[in-house]
């Protein structure tokens, strides 16, 4: 399927004049424009390659039909995110769901649509059916020696895959924990743990970063290895220089302040990556925005104040994925509205008057700053991102755009009705 480019250009001249209107007004009230239209430009938001099928639950799954089925097929995809909206110019790959045969073909395919390779990520969640042992009970965490063994030779594999691709971090979550009190020792699971993300650590290339992603539980229910960003932070802090952090919005306990957490990882210097979704329960992976864009906006607002505070470049400086997948959604048509949801919420967090956000704060006048912040909030900015859209050459409504080019019939037409995407 290709969306060829007189036709957005055709789709942007039927909705040009609208669009106009909306931005003469924005940009009428909005200091700074270009440079603002200039950042969203640069942001890019890689998507996961598991995303691209119907996620399911582990009651059921309803296929949408036209699915990938197969990496060059995953890439595809994204190329066609990518031209629609002109943010999602990158791709996190999961092996071995997606070992490449032919990384160089990969790589070539990738960069015709315009894609980089983010951080990979490895799995030590699952057994694979020609694996010798098994992760039941834990990967780096596990009582015996030759399973942690199988786990850090795993990840050194997954780095050797992203090298050969192009990529320069990896990301490892863990699912190592335990289901009932007793059942681990808490300390020499830590030690296992990190003596084995220490020998992992040491076969990353020099320019590679590694992403330490905590969740608070699922699929072990009593305790969690990599449980908070406290323990991911004592994980990524003795491993060293190239070690970080990882947020994913699902992963938290109900309530917790993520952007504080935000704030306090990149004063440390010790935030590397989000993995972006919604949920209104516990890791939901729903469509970024969908349930709480305010707690959104003020992640991003302290992702603004603290890269700007160390002067870090917000598109290149940190590793920006989409984690989120469900059951009844065209999922192309998801990671489009979660993209969107992001570009919208970074935008609005550029807007924030800051000076006088510090200003308030400094005489504690706790009004003034929440009517800072929600000045920005509720300030419409779909016109600005629309416009760095257009700029770059993207379509004014991807979704719109996407509907009206009939994608999923033309895919299901190529590809076939039932077609299983590799992934969860
Ligand atoms: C699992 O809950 C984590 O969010 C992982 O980041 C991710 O979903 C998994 O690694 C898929 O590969
Ligand atoms: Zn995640
Ligand atoms: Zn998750
Ligand atoms: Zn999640």
Redesign the pocket.
Known sequence: MQLEKYRIEEHNQSLLAAHQRAFAYISGETEGVDNILEKLAAFQVAIPSWALGTGGTRFGRFPAGGEPRNLEEKIEDIGLLHRLNQSSGAISLHIPWDIPSNPSHIKALAAQHGLRFDAMNSNTFQDQPDQALSYKFGSLQNVDKSVRQQAIDHNIEVIRHGIELGSDSLTV?LSDGSCFPGQLNFRKAFQHTLSGLQEIYAALPDNWKMFV?YKAFEPNFYSTTVGDWGQSLLYASKLGPKAYTLV?LG?HLPNANIEQIVALLLMEGKLGGF?FNDSKYGDDDLTVGSIKPYQLFLIFNELVEGMDSRGMNHATDLGWMI?ASHNVKDPLEDLLQSVEAIMITYAQALLVDRKKLTEAQLNSDVVTAQEVLQQAFRTDVRALVAEARLRAGGALSPIGMYRAEKVRENLIKERGLKTVATGL
């Open positions: 979550w992603e994913d992963h993995h984690d």
